[in-house]
């Protein structure tokens, strides 16, 4: 890791962890992002666990169980969270470990007696509630943050994949096909890329990719205008000028001279583009030109908190989950930003 | 005299300079038809004040800038609109020191990876070859070879400017061209970089264009100097006799310039003015306004250079009449 052994980047890295603020921030969030990729142990209506005579099952992973298979006279998936009550109580060594939300995020539990929104209740086990549909709320906004995570970390590959590699070229090669490039930027980034979608979504359903494409073929011209501009300055310095006295080939002198000295642009504005893409995907399906219906999003169970402001647990629980993640990864950005800040050291010292 | 190493004709360098949408365009003549010619192995110093071209003419003849007119020959061969990849061969044969040894190192590559970097550009040898002749390079510009693994700014400006100096000559080129390789850095460690150059190009033979703007280094340095001015060659000459018996007006200014600690030898000529902009240049003589000697025909006419009877060129018009015996 030759980025890492460099001492400018060492500084950085013990200027970011002076930013206690950012950098524990930057831990909740790398902890809460991991934990949402293995949601299916956090919240799923399957156990982790089940000890039948004797056998352990996995039920998470793997085929289906039928209720056969757990001496029921059904052929269908049990309910795992009555098994576990009908194993407590015949008391034969069977047993069942749910995890801690015993809930999926698709799964509608409608309480006799009661109609959906269920409020929060331990005895329940819906820590925040459940949904207008029955759907646990908790289950629904882990799953959603991480779709949520996903959906803007690899909008952020892609933005930066093809924004960098355009703003690059358009800094290095300069002249017409900067020129050009300008005005096709100036043009596409005024393109209402909402319409687009609206336009899209009346014609298909869109999916998580369809959105990502959609969002990543109009939001790459933002990076393009760091590029170019980093381009620029690096290309006009002398070291890039002793490369081509040395015969340093164009790539060579963009990848090994150019880019790792504009790294700092690019790390800069990671945090924010994240913060945008969660902000963004949440926006649509709030508007509802989101994801597919029972998709478990921040936005929809917004719109159902909004329509059902008597149920407080539902507007409550995603506007708290919202800000969290957006205050953590806006701490993280001005951490970075302070450790990139020029002014606190610079390469002459 | 098809020997020469290195032989430019009546090369150009113009920028045009954007006024804004519509404008006219000015022409910034950084360097304006200079013509001459490096033997093998010889030294040539360049001088003159800052702006007057002479970095623009040290890139513009290793093509790193494109000139706009003329021809750049190196060992007969036409290198003026070869492609980057045409040149890349070449490279090998010239190289550059620049000035500033802070801005001349890419400070996120070690020294090691800097020193490497030409050997792998031209795939001479395998890894532990080069790590071998990067070694060797470190000795031969005197640094300790823990510097290996450090970066740039790890180094004081003298050591800085040695790396720059072994990374130009880690190819073994035939051509040096050393632009203000020296001014950036303090006195004292000044005559340390100008020793090793010394001691450098007489271990490789290598031929020099040394570009500075302070004449007592080049006199130091240099076979031969020519004196630019706004983008023209003024004098070139023998070193040695240049300096004692400059005839042109503008050497003589310049050589009086330098401080002298026994009995000043020249009379103060210091200059008045400044050197007029290379964007609007005078018609005739471009020293005219500033020179002590100037006359009608001056204003109008341009000089060219002449060749005196000692191989001396020298572009005045009025050379001969102008006692080139110091008082």
């Keep these: 890791m030759n980025l890492l052994r460099n001492p400018v980047a060492q500084k950085r890295w013990q200027r970011f962890k002076q930013s206690r603020r950012g950098y524990i921030s930057a831990w909740l969030l790398l902890v809460l992002t991991t934990l949402s990729f293995g949601a299916e142990l956090l919240a799923n209506h399957r156990p982790l666990l089940v000890s039948y005579q004797g056998e352990l099952y996995f039920p998470t992973f793997g085929a289906q169980h039928s209720g056969k298979d757990f001496g029921l006279d059904i052929d269908y998936e049990p309910n795992y969270r009555e098994l576990q009550a009908q194993f407590r109580d015949a008391d034969e060594g069977n047993w069942v470990l749910m995890p801690p939300i015993p809930y999926g995020p698709l799964e509608n539990d409608l309480i006799a007696g009661d109609f959906p929104p269920h409020a929060p209740s331990l005895t329940t086990r819906h820590y925040l509630g459940t949904d207008t549909s029955g759907r646990d709320v908790l289950a629904r906004l882990i799953y959603g943050f991480r779709t949520a995570m996903l959906f803007s970390l690899v909008l952020l590959v892609f933005n930066y994949a093809i924004g960098v590699a355009i703003g690059c070229m358009m800094g290095y090669l300069g002249g017409a096909f900067d020129l050009f490039f300008q005005r096709i930027i100036e043009i596409w980034s005024n393109v209402p890329f909402l319409y687009v979608i609206m336009i899209v979504a009346s014609i298909i359903t869109p999916g998580f990719w369809t959105l990502l494409f959609i969002m990543a073929f109009f939001g790459w011209t933002a990076m393009t205008w760091y590029m170019r501009t980093a381009t620029y300055k690096e290309a006009s310095r002398d070291y890039v000028m002793a490369a081509r006295a040395l015969g340093a080939s164009g790539s060579r002198i963009v990848f090994r001279h150019i880019l790792p000295n504009s790294v700092s642009t690019l790390i800069t504005f990671v945090p924010f583009s994240v913060a945008s893409g969660i902000t963004a995907l949440t926006a649509l399906d709030y508007l509802g030109f989101g994801l597919p219906a029972p998709t478990p999003s921040w936005g929809e169970l917004l719109k159902q908190g909004t329509e059902n402001m008597e149920s407080l647990w539902l507007v409550g629980s995603v506007v708290v989950a919202m800000t969290l993640i957006l205050m953590l990864v806006a701490y993280v950005g001005e951490a970075i930003r302070d450790a990139y800040d020029p002014r606190k050291f610079s390469f002459y010292e | ?327």
């Design chain 2, 1 to 327: 005299m098809t020997d020469a190493l290195l032989r430019a004709e009546n090369l150009s360098l113009h920028f045009p300079q954007s006024q804004g949408f519509l404008k006219p365009k000015l022409l910034l003549r950084a360097v304006d038809g200079v013509s001459f010619a490096l033997q093998q192995g010889e030294t040539l110093g360049l001088v003159g004040e800052s702006g007057c071209g002479k970095s623009s003419l040290g890139k513009a003849l290793l093509n790193l800038h494109h000139p706009t007119s003329g021809t750049v020959a190196f060992e007969g061969r036409d290198i003026t609109g070869l492609s980057a990849a045409q040149m890349r061969p070449l490279r090998r044969d010239m190289q550059m020191v620049f000035q500033d040894p802070f801005e001349s190192l890419n400070s996120r590559h070690t020294v090691a990876t800097i020193l490497e970097e030409p050997l792998i550009i031209h795939r001479l040898g395998g890894s532990s070859w080069r790590r071998r002749r990067v070694n060797e390079l470190l000795e031969l510009v005197g640094l300790p070879a823990s510097a290996l693994g450090k970066y740039p700014h790890e180094f004081s400006g003298g050591q800085r400017q040695r790396i720059g100096i072994a990374r130009a000559i880690a190819l073994e080129p035939k051509l040096l061209i050393c632009d203000e390789a020296v001014s950036a850095l303090d006195v004292s460690v000044q005559a340390q970089i100008l020793n090793l150059l010394l001691d450098i190009q007489q271990r490789l033979s290598l031929a020099m264009l040394f570009i500075s703007h302070d004449i007592s280094v080049v006199k130091h340095m240099s076979d031969r100097i020519a004196v630019m001015y706004l983008g023209e060659l003024v004098e070139i000459g023998d070193a040695r006799s240049l300096c004692e018996r400059p005839a042109h007006p503008y050497t003589r200014a310049l050589l009086s310039a330098v401080p002298q600690l026994a009995s000043p030898t020249l009379p103060q000529a210091a200059l008045s003015g400044d050197m007029p902009s290379p964007m609007a240049m005078p018609e005739g003589c471009r020293f005219a306004g500033r020179c002590p000697h100037q006359r009608a025909e001056c204003l109008t006419q341009p000089p060219r250079l002449e060749k005196r009877h000692d191989g001396r060129e020298i572009a005045c018009h009025f050379w001969r009449e102008i006692p080139d015996d110091l008082p």
